[in-house]
């Protein structure tokens, strides 16, 4: 962030300044009492099962002096003469309010991602793209939600350009209220899918929350949309601001012909928008990334690049792990694609049939619970369990009390597990040399464990 006096960020807080030593500037925030300098300002955030004032003691003795606090009482145990504390009502808003006011100060376009699947990859192809031609800022690892977009907001140098905010959500207004923080003059919806859905019902009711994008649209903005399934047309989304589609349809303004899977490499194919045409090869695999290229392309466009110096960025992008990547395992001689940081159903199947579409001989697909399916979640894993069937699939090893049922579902193909150690057994008597070995779950099953165990 661009150097600002302590006084400037208190004002745009809203807080009161209680102690004022040294003002000697603050380049940077953070949350973690790990983290920290003598230019950083310290936030001592308050969550479900943690109070970050409590480690402000560790905060001083690491030589950071600036403390944004809600409880006076946290500085009883510190003498240092030179520390600087602002008192607010609440830290989170408080960061919240600075991350709002920040992004106000900056001559910056932002660019807002969400959707179902592929925001992150759609985030990271985009950043490539932008960079090519605009000093630009984006989303790091998955800091989506209410705390992690203020502080990438906050990290952003005053000299940034483009501003790319990746928004996620599991209930109604989580996307509007960052919408309304964020102020995007671009806007792109991924994909509606059945991630979460144990909470809104029905993928209309999806839609219905991801649309909250749009809340702060302006006539002049853009909403860009992928058209590769049934809800997200133009017709279901049209509101006061210009409506961008991206897909493989001759109706679509950014079209998607001539796809070319090269496996491990990542993707190829052709865009046209409107008379030019342009070929692109991306590093992430996967046919759905193809239209989440399409989709980050078209949102580029909207910045007056050209297809060209789109796909020159693209060709470089650096996608976030644990999103289909391609490893090998010399000791095994197998290779193995990781899949492991979430789910949902339509990553499950996009999954399957890149692990298909792999060169190599036996496919075995490793696939854990879906979290979030609520009713639908016996059906959704059936689902996949019959899909992963369809595609003849070698070997389908579910594990997990939801993978079980994914593995019943693949018939003779399939064979279930009920816990991780259970399967490490099973992969030693079912894996073989020349293998190819996709393993997918939600996070909350941390099956980079299994991995890491394959690639031991």
């Known amino acids: 962030m661009k150097e600002l006096p302590l006084k400037v960020i208190a004002d745009a807080m809203g807080g009161m300044v209680l102690r004022s030593g040294i003002d000697i500037g603050i380049r940077r925030v953070s ?93 990271d192809l985009l950043y490539a793209a932008c960079s090519k031609k605009y000093k630009t800022g984006c989303t790091k690892g998955n800091y989506n939600n209410h705390i992690g977009m203020p502080l990438t907001i906050l990290d952003f140098d005053e000299d940034v350009e483009v501003g790319i905010l990746e928004m996620g959500m599991d209930k109604y207004g989580e996307i509007d209220f960052l919408a309304n923080l964020a102020r995007p003059h671009i806007a792109v919806i991924t994909c509606i899918g059945s ?38 047309t133009p017709e279901n989304v049209r509101g006061d601001y210009r409506v961008v589609s991206s897909g493989w349809c001759s109706t679509d303004d950014f079209i998607v012909s001539d796809i070319k899977d090269n496996g491990a490499a990542g993707m190829e194919f052709d865009l046209q928008y409107m008379w030019s045409k342009q070929h692109f090869v991306i590093p992430a695999a996967g046919r759905h990334n193809v239209f989440n290229a399409a989709a980050a392309a078209a949102a580029a466009s909207q910045l007056n690049m050209t297809l060209a110096e789109i796909a020159e960025g693209m060709s470089n992008a650096q996608i976030t792990g644990n999103r289909l990547s391609f490893k090998h395992s010399d000791k095994r001689n197998i290779d193995i694609i990781d899949d492991t940081y979430n789910a949902s159903p339509e990553a499950m199947k996009a999954a399957i049939d890149q692990l298909m579409g792999s060169a190599g001989g036996r496919k075995i697909a490793v696939l854990g619970d879906m979290y979030e399916l609520g009713e639908n979640s016996r059906k959704l894993h059936l689902e996949i369990g019959s899909y992963a069937e369809e595609k003849n699939v070698d070997l389908v090893l579910g594990v997990g009390p939801l993978g079980c049922i994914i593995a019943d579902a693949a018939g003779a193909r399939g064979i279930a597990f009920e816990n991780k150690e259970e399967l490490k057994e099973g992969l030693e008597k079912y894996v073989e040399e020349g293998d190819t070995v996709l393993v997918k779950a939600s996070r909350g099953m941390a099956l980079d464990e299994i991995v890491e165990f394959l690639m031991d």
């Open 195 to 232: 991630a979460h859905i144990e909470f809104f019902g029905t993928r209309e009711n999806i839609m219905k929350a991801k649309m909250e994008i749009t809340n702060y649209l302006r006539p002049c903005d853009t909403l860009v949309i992928n058209r590769g399934e049934d809800l997200l």
């Open 31 to 123: 949350r973690d009492s790990r983290d920290v300098d003598d230019h950083t300002l310290f936030f001592a955030l308050i969550g479900e099962n943690n109070d970050a004032h409590k480690f402000i003691p560790d905060v001083v003795n690491k030589g950071c002096r600036n403390l944004v606090i809600s409880d006076e009482s946290a500085l009883e145990p510190v003498k240092d003469e030179w520390i600087t504390a602002i008192l607010v009502d609440d830290t989170t808003k408080a960061l919240q309010r600075l991350a709002a006011w920040y992004l106000k100060e900056l001559d910056i376009t932002v660019i807002g991602v969400t959707g179902s699947v592929g925001k992150t990859t759609t985030k």
